[in-house]
């Protein structure tokens, strides 16, 4: 009977540890999820500003080049 009582009580301490543990993994697997959903949102708002910024000195280029271009034709008329 004692060594059924023992054995009842070191089953019922390995129960509370998976226990414990399953809330740990949990708890953990849901702040993960969250970082990830954050993480997604940074990502989406960098690559939109990365292709404004982008569009932006496209067009600065081109109208740099323009002015590069009649200041030239104006020099040399």
Do not use: C, P, V, Y
């Amino acid at each position: 009977m004692a060594t059924k009582k023992q054995e009842q009580e070191t089953l019922q301490a390995s129960l509370e540890k998976q226990e414990t543990d399953q809330a740990a993994k949990t708890k953990k697997l849901a702040e993960d999820e969250t970082l990830r959903d954050d993480t997604k949102d940074s990502l989406a708002a960098d690559e939109k500003f990365f292709e404004e910024t982008k569009d932006a000195a496209e067009a600065k280029a081109t109208e740099w080049s323009t002015r590069t271009r009649l200041r030239t034709e104006e020099l040399a008329g």
